[in-house]
């Protein structure tokens, strides 16, 4: 039997090796398994404190913000937001390697695809002080969290549904085709619900009618949704592609 100094096999060998499409699949799975995990335990332990409101009028449904300021729900929703929140920053970077390949030689595309990368970070970052920062607990930080969260989210989808508009114009590519419909559809799906969420908001405030807290709330889960579908069309952008992690070569090590 022939032997190897030790590593020289193993030492260039992936660490870690995954398909692009299996990380969309999960990384969409653990809020969407959460946000359904803390509503459900919220509506059959908690029906009372997580609908209740200042107007004190019948509702059926939590907020999102309601749903994860209690316990346990709480935890669930902060452990799969801490695991989800890593490979959305990973795939942030592969978007803007993608823009940068795809736009080399258009100084416009180039900018727009900086400014949607830092949004995509602004909006995980708005995720992550809403999820660890309670409406119970500090209200106003939450509050901001949401709002960077909504507010990063739109632009973001208007910028990729921009860039996507010139891949589109110039590729023969059916999935690149059926990935910038499916974007630019959720987009005015989420501007659209994300308008009636407001209106219901408002109306629950200054008329406080039964039930109305309640459209808002099932607006709020359609909000939420729409943003993970967006997301998930990294399915089809990435489909023949792998994520890797290995040992860099031993000429490039320090």
């Known amino acids: ?8 096999v193993d030492r260039d060998k992936p660490l870690f090796r995954v398909p692009f499409t ?6 969409v799975c653990l809020p ?3 946000l359904i995990a803390c509503v459900v335990l919220a509506l059959l332990y908690h029906y009372n404190d997580s609908t209740y409101t200042h107007c004190q009028v019948a509702n ?3 907020s999102i913000s309601a749903a994860i300021s209690l316990t346990p729900e709480r935890y669930i ?4 937001i801490g695991l989800h ?3 959305r920053f990973l795939v942030a970077a592969a978007y803007f390697s993608f823009y940068r390949g795809r736009f080399s030689r258009r100084l416009k595309e180039q900018l727009l695809s900086v400014l949607t990368f830092l949004l995509a970070l602004s909006e995980n970052v708005g995720l992550l002080l809403l999820t660890y920062v309670s409406s119970t607990e500090t209200y106003s930080v939450h509050k901001s969290g949401f709002i960077v969260f909504i507010g990063s989210s739109l632009l973001h989808m208007l910028c990729t549904c921009k860039l996507w508009s010139v891949i589109a114009k110039n590729s023969l590519s059916a999935e690149e085709m059926r990935s910038h419909r499916l974007k630019r559809r959720l987009f005015l799906f989420n501007c659209c619900i994300c308008l009636l969420a407001v209106y219901f908001y408002r109306r629950h405030n200054k ?3 039964a039930g109305i807290y309640s459209l808002f709330a099932g607006c709020e889960y359609l909000v939420v949704l729409s943003n993970m579908a967006f997301h998930m069309t990294a399915y089809w952008d990435f489909g023949g592609k792998e994520v890797m992690v290995a040992t860099p070569p031993e000429g490039k090590r320090f």
């Open 32 to 34: 969407l398994l959460g």
């Open 1 to 8: 039997m022939q032997q190897v100094p030790y590593g020289s």
């Open 85 to 87: 929140s890593a490979p």
């Open 22 to 27: 299996r990380l969309a699949v999960i990384t």
């Open 60 to 62: 059926y449904l939590p």
């Open 207 to 209: 008329y406080c009618e």
């Open 77 to 80: 929703w902060r452990f799969s």
